[in-house]
């Protein structure tokens, strides 16, 4: 696992979300065609994630509670996540970036209120 690899990874991945018809436009609408900064803020949560190198400092819950996300988008972004790590990396590489990856997926839709662990609230009688 290296800086290089994780680079090369987050590159890869989100060229493939921009052109994705389901996820590739929650994207747009929020971060238009400045993608830099984005792309230099994952580069720092994916080496914190799997080098622990403590580089990124934000709150990946707060910026994703405001986006229009359901449970076919965080299959889609797993889906291709998992096949561009498929195609990049091998060994134990593959196995933590997959691993991690599902786990945010897990913790945003707990997060959110989606997915099968989602809560599900009583109904309040009107009246």
Not at 37 to 64: A, C, N
Not at 68 to 82: A, C, K, V
Not at 87 to 107: M, N, Q, V, Y
Request: contains cysteine.
């Amino acid at each position: 696992m290296t800086e290089e690899l994780i680079a090369e990874l987050v590159d890869t991945f989100y060229d493939r979300v921009r052109q994705d018809q389901l996820i590739g436009p929650i994207f747009l609408a929020k971060l238009g065609d400045d993608w830099g900064p984005h792309l230099s803020k994952l580069r720092d949560f994916w080496s914190s994630v799997t080098l622990m190198s403590g580089r990124y400092r934000g709150k990946p819950q707060q910026v994703h509670m405001p986006l229009p996300l359901e449970m076919q988008h965080f299959e889609r972004w797993l889906s291709l996540f998992e096949a561009t790590v498929a195609e990049l990396c091998t060994g134990p590489a593959k196995f933590l970036f997959i691993d991690r990856a599902h786990r945010i997926a897990e913790s945003l839709q707990i997060s959110l209120n989606i997915g099968p662990k989602a809560l599900i609230l009583p109904q309040r009688a009107v009246g």
